[in-house]
């Protein structure tokens, strides 16, 4: 069983407007007892009203084992998610989530970070400078968000032991406060790691610009919110073959590889089914796969030896699978 599918029961405490369309829940053990404990950038999967699952990101500090915080985006256009977590989660409610999970950590080493957050993106990094402010380890922390109200955790920011090393900046602000992105990094030396979160193009615009000023990938650390591009139209059929009894399974060009193993009678544990929890991740044994999702490591995908079926695809003929 992986840790996604190990269920904690949570009982909300407290639900409170953050900025426009971002309220904060606090989660806690209901007989008041200690959490599994965390480290800065973990999330857990939440089981929303209506059955989705969706990953938050714990936002508060690492140290503290009596509650979880999570400040969740209502997304107008989302799947309702995010909208069932504004609407139909209240105080007192109890809610399933699995234990945290870290894909994003803080590398040990010490080194100076730069944290850069885009809107709901600044959820585990507030925590990573909770984290790096305890160690006493040099860090900055750049929050863009629009504008000012959709702006989540100015008063804790301002009122923070590291408020001198935060740096707010919105889009409808006078352009001196503007995030340059160019600018900053050029500023800052290349022995920096660079932890960014936020929405895909303001990642695509931070890791390209880093990329393109040298630096190396392996101090560049992400973390995505949002699903991954599951389909096109040019998506095409192609076989999976199961390793451990040699059975052919065809995946149709509108069906995921989860879809077809299931309609076959194969399952694979999922949870999102967007790419990012990492919960069906699967061996891969031959073949190339398509990659589509936003939890492998640049270095994963191209080493081929795993992948994620409830969006990637192929791009040889047949891919054999470690099931
Ligand atoms: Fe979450 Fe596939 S189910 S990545």
């Known amino acids: 069983m992986t840790d996604s599918l190990v269920c904690l029961q949570l009982r909300v405490a407290r639900k409170e407007r953050l900025a426009?369309?971002?309220?904060?829940?606090?989660?806690?053990?209901?007989?008041?007892?200690?959490?599994?404990?965390?480290?800065?950038?973990?999330?857990?999967?939440?089981?929303?009203?209506?059955?989705?699952?969706?990953?938050?990101?714990?936002?508060?500090?690492?140290?503290?084992?009596?509650?979880?915080?999570?400040?969740?985006?209502?997304?107008?256009?989302?799947?309702?998610?995010?909208?069932?977590?504004?609407?139909?989660?209240?105080?007192?409610?109890?809610?399933?989530?699995?234990?945290?999970?870290?894909?994003?950590?803080?590398?040990?080493?010490?080194?100076?970070?730069?944290?850069?957050?885009?809107?709901?993106?600044?959820?585990?990094?507030?925590?990573?400078?909770?984290?790096?402010?305890?160690?006493?380890?040099?860090?900055?922390?750049?929050?863009?968000?629009?504008?000012?109200?959709?702006?989540?955790?100015?008063?804790?920011?301002?009122?923070?032991?590291?408020?001198?090393?935060?740096?707010?900046?919105?889009?409808?602000g006078p352009p001196e406060q503007r995030l340059d992105i160019a600018g900053l990094l050029q500023a800052v030396h290349t022995d920096v790691h660079i932890y960014v979160c936020g929405p895909q193009g303001f990642m695509d615009a931070v890791l390209s610009t880093a990329q393109r000023y040298g630096w190396p990938q392996a101090q560049l650390h992400h973390e995505f919110f949002g699903a991954a591009p599951t389909r096109t139209d040019a998506d095409s059929s192609f076989d999976v073959q199961l390793a451990s009894s040699g059975r052919v399974i065809r995946v149709a060009a509108d069906q995921t590889v989860t879809q077809a193993l299931a309609t076959a009678g194969v399952v694979v544990p999922t949870s999102c089914e967007q790419g990012v929890c990492g919960t069906c991740l699967t061996g891969v044994l031959n073949g190339e796969p398509d990659h589509r999702d936003l939890y492998l490591t640049a270095e994963e995908q191209a080493a081929n030896r795993q992948f994620i079926p409830c969006c990637s695809r192929a791009r040889s003929a047949r891919l054999v699978l470690d099931l």
């Open 20 to 172: 426009q369309d971002i309220a904060l829940f606090e989660l806690v053990a209901p007989d008041g007892g200690a959490l599994p404990l965390f480290s800065a950038g973990a999330h857990i999967d939440v089981t929303t009203p209506g059955g989705y699952i969706r990953q938050y990101s714990l936002c508060n500090d690492p140290a503290e084992s009596h509650r979880y915080q999570i400040a969740v985006l209502r997304d107008a256009q989302g799947r309702g998610g995010s909208r069932a977590m504004h609407d139909a989660v209240n105080v007192g409610d109890i809610v399933a989530a699995s234990v945290p999970r870290n894909h994003f950590p803080l590398i040990p080493q010490v080194h100076t970070a730069l944290l850069l957050a885009g809107g709901i993106g600044i959820t585990p990094l507030i925590s990573m400078a909770e984290r790096l402010s305890a160690i006493r380890q040099p860090f900055s922390l750049h929050y863009v968000a629009r504008s000012i109200d959709r702006m989540a955790f100015r008063d804790r920011l301002a009122q923070s032991s590291y408020a001198d090393k935060v740096f707010l900046h919105v889009d409808d």
